[in-house]
């Protein structure tokens, strides 16, 4: 596998995490490089559960080296949680490793996501209220805490006194809400900083000398290429670059060192929060492909938006990921839907328009234009190959292919890790 990254291909949610894991074994190390604790994936390994937001799941397999990179926002409590819950499994965290130029997540930053959504009313974003915009705001204005500040104990005392002072203004003055304690603060965050001194090191050199000596490096996306904030479906996205090109800036290596990119989908599309989604489905299928496919947050629980494939939104993300093959996740929540709809492109006042727009606001009145296919009943959660699928499962995915001219390289018939093959 070399070095290869893996992205989210829609909004978010496509089971990449099952992915993760798969490529995850076989990994020498695994970077994250962008969002923070608003991701997240549940790992199962020898029968133990384990709910990972910014740890890479690699630390479950022994020898592998995570790299926490310099374009992640920490919550430093959370990340602390985190390597507690896998400490008391018997997983050796020392192969953690943190940028020492990523940035920090404060009370301040997870206060005013609650107070700037509500201000906003009807036109919320519907963020995951993590703290995660308002803290990469923070490294844009040139004001933010980064891990390297937050382990020098005097640089943060005065970084985190100014900024309180500056934060609390706002809080205050401008939405009425509660400030945040200095003192308490500090105190807290002076024992976080302590505990994750000993990971905290340069991880781009990590990274690129691994790269440079061969070894097997995976690079582990979060959310996904809608929710990217420059080519995403702006202002409903997140506040990171969860495309490919995001593992160039938030892990400090060269676009040249990446050699193949994998953008994971589902058979189907979902998004949680607001925004713009062409192919949602209001009625009963969308009912079922919900219940069947449990799609509901990982993160905040909430029921996932539900709707057909859009092979609109697929040629996006081949397009900005430069994607050389797709991971096509979930095709047994499809299994029992008589006839299947994929969109190819989008219709608007006579027109045909087939790249996803620039703008969001160019989605409205855009109708899907459907292609059907037909559907098939037979159980295909055991499938091992292309051959143990039904014709028409085998015609849905050929087709797909076609039109996004981007080659399935995998399908995932069901939750577990070895629901999974590659073609
Ligand atoms: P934020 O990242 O919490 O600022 O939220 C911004 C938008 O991105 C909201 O619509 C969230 O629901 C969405 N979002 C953030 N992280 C994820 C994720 O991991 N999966 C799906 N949607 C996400």
């Known amino acids: 596998m070399a070095v290869t990254a893996l992205v989210g291909a829609q909004w978010g949610d496509e089971g990449k995490g099952k992915v993760i894991d798969i490529l995850a074994q076989k990994s020498d190390m695994v970077v994250r490089a962008q969002g923070g604790n608003n991701a997240g994936h549940t790992v199962v390994a020898n029968g133990v559960t384990y709910k990972l937001r910014l740890i890479p799941s690699g630390i479950l397999y022994k020898g592998a080296v995570c790299v926490v990179g310099n374009g992640v926002v920490i919550d430093p409590a959370v990340i602390l949680s985190e390597m507690d819950a896998l400490k008391d499994s018997g997983v050796d965290v020392s192969r953690l490793k943190i940028d020492a130029r990523a940035h920090v997540i404060l009370p301040y930053h997870l206060a005013l996501d609650e107070l700037s959504e509500k201000a906003r009313g009807a036109g919320d974003i519907g963020t995951t209220k993590r703290g995660i915009g308002p803290c990469y705001m923070d490294k844009a204005e040139r004001i933010g805490i980064r891990m390297c500040d937050l382990i020098k104990p005097a640089v943060f005392e005065e970084k985190l006194k100014r900024n309180v002072e500056i934060k609390n203004n706002i809080i205050t003055k401008i939405y009425g ?6 003192e308490k603060t500090l105190a807290d965050y002076k024992q976080y900083a302590q505990k994750l001194a000993p990971y905290v090191c340069d991880t781009s050199v990590l990274v690129f000398n691994a790269i440079k000596s061969g070894k097997n490096v995976l690079f582990e996306g979060a959310q996904g290429a809608l929710l990217d904030l420059d080519v995403g479906t702006y202002p409903y996205v997140t506040s990171s670059h969860p ?12 676009p040249t060192l990446i050699k193949e990119c994998l953008g994971i989908a589902k058979a189907y599309t979902t998004r949680v929060g607001k925004g713009p989604f062409p192919t949602e489905l209001d009625d009963e299928i969308g009912e079922r492909i919900r219940t069947v496919g449990a799609e509901f947050g990982t993160v905040t629980g909430r029921p996932r938006r539900c709707g057909w494939l859009d092979a609109v939104i697929l040629r996006f993300a081949v397009r900005v990921n430069g994607l050389t093959g797709i991971a096509l996740n979930k095709l047994d929540t499809l299994t029992g839907i008589s006839k299947l709809k994929v969109c190819v492109a989008y219709k608007k006042d006579g027109a045909q328009i087939c790249d996803f727009p620039s703008d969001i606001s160019e989605l409205e009145g855009c109708e899907p234009v459907y292609e059907e296919f037909d559907g098939w009943t037979e159980d295909v959660t055991g499938a091992k190959s292309l051959n143990d699928l039904p014709a028409n499962a ?12 981007c080659p399935i390289k995998m399908v995932g018939v069901g939750p577990d890790r070895t629901q999974n093959f590659e073609i």
Do not use: Q
Not at 177 to 182: D, L, M, T, Y
Not at 244 to 250: A, L
Not at 394 to 405: N, P
């Open 394 to 405: 085998v015609k849905y995915l050929r087709a797909v292919e076609k039109l996004i001219d």
């Open 177 to 182: 809400g509660e400030p945040i304690s200095f």
């Open 243 to 254: 495309v490919s090109g995001g593992f160039c800036v938030g892990a400090g290596v060269g």
